[in-house]
């Protein structure tokens, strides 16, 4: 006989009570509004506006036609290929150096991370007062040494470009190192010990171990330094202000001569063509990211 109380019906679980996040999405609102528009007037205006600027056509006719913009989008382009590519491939090796667990290689760490750390701007004017060539110290020197008179380092164009990617390297070369040293850092030490128990080399064990843990980490800072390098017009404004002739004028910098002349629709319209050249990058950038 079936009893009762399996036969009563299961009553239904009560339902919980509805949350009231009203409270909270008023906060959370109240909370990121300042924040919205901090963002829509410093960034999203200026940014609305410097392309309302750019889409005038007559703009771009006009700084294509200017010789001195197809010099600096050269200059811009050997920045790229070369500084970068120079400078990433130095701090391959140097976080190379500086992950050797030695006392004295901290110390020199140290001293080697100074140049980034320190403002641009009286950094990059000392290497311009050193580069004087009537009173610099650099062609004081190079008189005691050989009784003869140094170059006029910042008169001429090949010279003056190369120092500006020598400064640029220099400032900017101790925080891709940290970056490297962290992604060497980050590798398994079993791995390392077990390559020298088969008897590898280290030129082996940087290509079978070290380069393919390292080779995202590379490309990703190779692509950002790109992009920071493109915003860079302190090396090149500061060391040379475009001159000779201004002849070593980079993107950045030509947008800040356009200024000065009172044109801020080519400053803008110099600036989107640099465009091109970021998207693609920023986009292969992502990709790899997103895998």
Not at 2 to 30: E, F, M, R, V
Not at 54 to 65: A, C, K, P, Q, R
Not at 191 to 198: F, K
Not at 235 to 259: E, F, K, N, Q, W
Request: hydrophobic share 55%; proline share 6%; with cysteine.
């Amino acid at each position: 006989m079936t009893s009762a109380a399996n036969t009563a019906p299961i009553a239904a679980p009560a339902a919980s009570p509805k949350k009231d996040d009203g409270g909270w999405q008023w906060w959370g609102t109240l909370l990121v509004a300042p924040y919205l528009a901090v963002f829509a007037v410093f960034v999203l205006y200026p940014v609305g506006y410097g392309f309302w600027l750019g889409h005038n056509l007559e703009s771009y006719v006009e700084i294509f036609h200017d010789p001195i913009f197809l010099r600096a989008a050269v200059n811009t382009v050997l920045f790229l290929l070369i500084a970068v590519n120079l400078k990433m491939f130095v701090a391959l090796l140097l976080s190379g150096f500086f992950a050797i667990p030695r006392w004295w290689i901290r110390i020199l760490g140290l001293l080697f991370i100074l140049p980034w750390a320190v403002p641009s701007i009286p950094t990059i004017l000392s290497f311009r007062f050193m580069l004087n060539p009537e009173w610099g110290v650099i062609n004081q020197l190079y008189f005691k040494l050989t009784f003869e008179d140094g170059p006029n380092w910042l008169n001429d164009p090949i010279l003056a470009l190369s120092l500006s990617m020598m400064v640029h390297i220099w400032k900017s070369l101790p925080f891709w190192t940290l970056i490297l040293l962290a992604g060497r850092l980050a590798i398994a030490k079993e791995m390392y010990e077990a390559a020298s128990i088969d008897g590898a080399s280290g030129a082996q064990k940087f290509l079978h171990i070290t380069w393919p843990s390292m080779r995202q980490l590379y490309v990703t800072c190779t692509i950002l330094s790109m992009f920071f390098t493109l915003g860079d017009f302190n090396s090149v404004y500061l060391l040379t202000g475009g001159g000779p002739a201004d002849l070593t004028h980079v993107l950045a910098t030509l947008g800040i001569r356009y200024i000065r002349l009172d044109r801020v629709d080519l400053a803008m319209a110099t600036i989107i063509c640099a465009l091109p050249v970021m998207l693609p990058m920023m986009i292969y950038m992502m990709r790899r990211l997103s895998k």
